[in-house]
């Protein structure tokens, strides 16, 4: 059996956050949200911005993240391990 970096945490199926792992940038596509924070595994916010489709990430460290996609209403919908490579 293969284990695969990606681990899908929220429940909105319609999201896709790619490349996962990743070097430089990641895309979310389907659901498009209103807000999007990423903690490191210290729960440390290093990214907390409004919503694109295309998020750089080349200036973080190597490690893993966990990306949170938030509704207009503030409402978290979605949320997923990120590795960044």
Do not use: C, W
């Amino acid at each position: 059996m293969i284990s695969s970096n990606i681990v899908t945490l929220g429940k909105d199926t319609t999201v896709t956050i790619t490349p996962n792992p990743a070097k430089h940038t990641i895309k979310i596509k389907g659901r498009q949200p209103a807000r999007i924070i990423i903690v490191d595994a210290q729960a440390r916010t290093v990214l907390n911005e409004i919503g694109q489709p295309e998020i750089s990430i080349s200036h973080f460290s190597r490690g893993v993240y966990i990306i949170k996609l938030y509704a207009e209403n503030g409402s978290l919908y979605y949320y997923q391990k990120l590795v960044k490579e």
